[in-house]
């Protein structure tokens, strides 16, 4: 599992800018800084900051985890329902898979039958 400091914050201010351009064909990690630098730029508090860049951390650990694809461009809905499914037989809190969506409904690609 990737590690947070053990207060549980998510460090803001630590997360580096990957060399590597963040796009659909890097992994989940590689966008996390651009999704980061994206939140703080439409103002979002520092708590959501937090919550939504733990929720990217428990995607990842999830599909790496389950050996599904991490690229961005490779998730596919199943993949996102899984990883939903896996929170809930896991007792997620109704505010935190709230707090999902506009992470997971925004920040992946389109998938499913009708994707491109």
């Given at each position: 599992m990737s590690s947070l400091p053990a207060t549980g914050a998510f460090?803001?201010?630590?997360?580096?800018?990957?060399?590597a351009k963040s796009t659909a064909a890097s992994d989940v990690l590689t966008n996390l800084a651009s999704f980061t630098r994206h939140l703080r730029a439409e103002n979002k508090s520092p708590a959501t900051i937090t919550t939504y860049g733990k929720a990217v951390l428990q995607l990842a650990d999830f599909l790496a985890a389950a050996g599904t694809p991490t690229l961005v461009a490779s998730i596919r809905r199943e993949h996102v329902e899984a990883f939903l499914i896996d929170l809930q037989d896991h007792h997620l809190t109704a505010t935190f898979a709230a707090s999902l969506a506009p992470i997971l409904g925004d920040r992946l690609p389109a998938v499913g039958p009708d994707a491109p």
């Open positions: 460090p803001i201010a630590q997360v580096p800018v990957p060399a």
